[in-house]
C-alpha cells in the first residue's frame, strides 16, 4: 500500500489545486482504492444481492445549480446535499439524519 500511497502523491502533485482530490490525504485515496478494489473482487463472486423488504435511504451530492438529481424509486428518502462526492460523507444534513435512521429498527429480510 506504501506504493499506491507514493504513486497517488506524485499524481496530486500533478492536479490543479481546485481539483475534489487536493484536499484529501494521499494515505486516504490509497486506502479508498484499495477497498474499492477487494470490493470489486468480492462483487464478482456473486450475480446479485439477495432482495429485502428494506427501504433505501439516498443522499445525494449536487451542486447548488443541480436542478435534477437522481432518485431512487422506492427509496424512503431521496436527499440532495449541495457539497460534492467526497464532502458528503462530512456533510451536516448527513450527520444530522444518519444517527436517527440507525437508531429506528428496522427489520431486514431476505
Known amino acids: 500500500m506504501d506504493e499506491l500511497e507514493a504513486l497517488i502523491e506524485r499524481i496530486k502533485t500533478q492536479l490543479p489545486a481546485t481539483s475534489a482530490y487536493a484536499s484529501i490525504g494521499s494515505d486516504e485515496l490509497a486506502h479508498t482504492f484499495f477497498v474499492a478494489m477487494h470490493l470489486k473482487r468480492l462483487s464478482l463472486q456473486i450475480n446479485a444481492l439477495p432482495r429485502t423488504t428494506s427501504a433505501a435511504h439516498c443522499w445525494w451530492a449536487a451542486s447548488a445549480s443541480d436542478a435534477n438529481y437522481p432518485k431512487v424509486s422506492g427509496a424512503a428518502t431521496n436527499i440532495r446535499i449541495p457539497a460534492g462526492h467526497y464532502?458528503?460523507?462530512?456533510?451536516?444534513?448527513?450527520?444530522?439524519?444518519?444517527?436517527?435512521?440507525?437508531?429506528?429498527?428496522?427489520?431486514?429480510?431476505?
Open 87 to 110: 464532502q458528503l460523507l462530512n456533510h451536516p444534513v448527513l450527520l444530522t439524519n444518519l444517527p436517527h435512521l440507525l437508531r429506528d429498527v428496522e427489520t431486514v429480510t431476505p
